[in-house]
Nanobody
Framework: QVQLVESGGGLVQAGGSLRLSCAGS????????MAWFRQAPGKDREFVAC????????RYADSVKGRSTISRDNAENTVYLQMNSLKPEDTAVYYC??????????????????WGQGTQVTVSS
């Protein structure tokens, strides 16, 4: 199975940018569709974006569409989430997840088998 470790979170002012990384180990992540989810205190885990194993297809939540870009470097076994024009409502713990099918773009967290430990993103107003 694949192990996932997120990094790149931090404190940023509204309007700023962050790039989150998710490094995989144990298996090549090209076998997996990969996604980012986020969870704010007191709220359910929320879909942010996903990308198929080849990188050919992506999907975004309406809340981040146009401000965020998901990408992957299978040679580096890493998935990225570039977030721009950040808003206070983007504050959450961001999680990386892997789906054992490489060609699906699911938005439901229950359909992802493997998860990282999360990285905190805080956007100040």
């Amino acid at each position: 199975q694949v192990q996932l470790v997120e990094s790149g979170g931090g404190l940023v002012q509204a309007g700023g940018s962050l790039r989150l990384s998710c490094a995989g180990s144990g298996h090549t992540i090209s076998r997996y569709s990969m996604a980012w989810f986020r969870q704010a205190p007191g709220k359910d885990r929320e879909f942010v974006a996903c990308i198929t194993g080849s990188g050919d297809n992506t999907r975004y939540a309406d809340s981040v569409k146009g401000r965020s870009t998901i990408s992957r470097d299978n040679a580096e076994n890493t998935v990225y989430l570039q977030m721009n024009s950040l808003k206070p409502e983007d504050t959450a713990v961001y999680y990386c997840a892997a789906d054992a099918s490489a060609d699906r773009t699911y938005s439901s967290p229950s359909l992802y088998e493997y998860w990282g430990q999360g990285t905190q993103v805080t956007v100040s107003s």
